[in-house]
């Protein structure tokens, strides 16, 4: 298992368990986070981008399907699973209040690793997907 393998398995973890100390471990002070929500860098950005989250969807859960690791590069291909709860802070800073519909949101996490440590985190998801299981979608007429 390559490190970073491993610290991407600790910090999938540490998200699940929805432990940001832990989380925040394995992830640089300087480190930059890049998500659809936008850009977070060092652990107070970063931390309140996952705090964020989590207040949204308390119960959000990362099931990993596929991993691959090349160097100091580990990636991920996962479902995100859980209950949308709470306000959503949407890019663009559009505040949504919670739905309570479920989420299955497939996402792709990829990690590059400096030094024992997480230096970036870049992860991606479909804005669309998300937007149309939580009924925002405006009614198409076809």
Do not use: K
């Amino acid at each position: 298992m390559t490190e970073a393998r491993e610290l991407l398995n600790r910090h999938t973890a540490a998200f699940n368990d929805h432990d940001i100390e832990a989380l925040l471990r394995v992830v640089s002070p300087g480190a930059v986070w890049i998500s659809p929500e936008g850009p977070a860098e060092g652990h107070e950005e970063i931390a309140s981008h996952i705090g964020q989250f989590f207040t949204a969807f308390p119960d959000v859960r990362a099931v990993v399907w596929e991993t691959i690791d090349h160097g100091d590069l580990a990636a991920e291909e996962l479902m995100m699973v859980g209950t949308h709860g709470g306000t959503y802070l949407m890019p663009g800073g559009r505040a949504v209040p919670g739905t309570g519909r479920p989420i299955q949101l497939r996402c792709c996490s990829m990690c590059t690793v400096e030094d024992g440590l997480i230096v970036s985190l870049r992860f991606y998801f479909d804005q669309l997907e998300l937007l149309a299981q939580l009924g925002l979608l405006p009614d198409s007429q076809v």
